[in-house]
């Protein structure tokens, strides 16, 4: 079956610039996660929902950051000014209550 | 900031040797998982063991985990070139539902 997908997987854009970052999860499940990996860690929670809303969103490092899910299922993860210390690749997951999470192949982020 | 600590932060064996990897955390957890990851792609949950349960397998893994050590082990058995990627352990800490991950061991099996 269709795991979760991720578009686009790779972006560059300029510093300053906004991006988008689309995820679709696996249908059905009704929490989302994004995360994000920079080169050689782990990844870092930054927010999650149940549903339509936002259950926690205390991994969002600062206001430029912002993600929606309006219907419950495909999620946006939005970033406004976009700086340099932003490039990383941005994990989506998916899963039904508290189970394992199924991810996706991530989006490779470049700000220039 | 992550939760966990790995090591080794990288472990180079021979085809067909045991694997081991370690991993400690901080706060009380609900459950622990490990995922792999190979170079550039999603990760692959592995095994989940819950707070109550000392030692769980699938296959050729064996995880066990010590709460009064705050410390879980990760054993691969019979390894496999196939097996070469970096695998993480990941808390889910009570009243919470998102992974906190740890560093991660690179693994590489020579074939």
């Given at each position: 079956?269709a ?11 300029e ?5 988008e970052l689309?995820c679709?999860p696996?249908s ?14 782990g990844p870092?929670?930054l ?13 969002l490092?600062?206001d ?6 309006p219907?419950?299922s495909?999620?946006?993860?939005k970033i ?8 990383a690749?941005?994990?989506c ?7 394992e999470?199924?991810?996706g ?6 700000v220039t | 900031?992550?939760q966990g600590e790995e090591?080794?932060q990288a472990l180079s064996?021979q085809?067909?040797e045991?694997a081991t ?6 706060t ?5 998982q ?6 550039g792609?999603?990760l692959?949950h592995?095994i989940l063991i819950?707070s109550?349960?000392r030692?769980k ?8 985990l010590?709460?009064?050590k705050k ?5 691969i058995?019979?390894?496999?070139a196939a097996?070469?990627a970096s695998?993480?352990?990941?808390t889910v800490?009570?009243g919470?539902?998102?992974?906190f ?11």
């Amino acid at each position: 079956g269709a795991g979760v997908s991720q578009t686009p997987s790779n972006k560059v854009t300029e510093k300053g610039k906004y991006v988008e970052l689309r995820c679709d999860p696996i249908s059905g499940h009704t929490a989302l996660y994004w995360y994000r990996q920079s080169l050689g860690q782990g990844p870092e929670f930054l927010i999650y929902f149940q549903g339509t809303g936002a259950a926690d969103d205390s991994g969002l490092p600062n206001d430029r950051f912002f993600a929606v899910r309006p219907e419950g299922s495909v999620s946006t993860l939005k970033i406004q000014r976009t700086e340099r210390g932003d490039s990383a690749v941005y994990l989506c997951a998916s899963s039904l209550m508290t189970a394992e999470q199924y991810f996706g192949p991530g989006t490779r982020l470049t700000v220039t | 900031s992550q939760q966990g600590e790995e090591d080794p932060q990288a472990l180079s064996i021979q085809e067909g040797e045991n694997a081991t990897m370690n991993c400690s955390y901080k706060t009380s957890i609900n459950n622990l998982q490990w995922y792999r990851q190979n170079s550039g792609r999603g990760l692959v949950h592995l095994i989940l063991i819950r707070s109550n349960e000392r030692e769980k397998h699938s296959g050729r893994l064996r995880v066990t985990l010590d709460t009064s050590k705050k410390s879980s082990s990760l054993l691969i058995t019979a390894s496999r070139a196939a097996d070469t990627a970096s695998y993480f352990c990941a808390t889910v800490s009570r009243g919470a539902n998102n992974l906190f991950f740890g560093t991660g061991t690179r693994l590489t099996v020579i074939p």
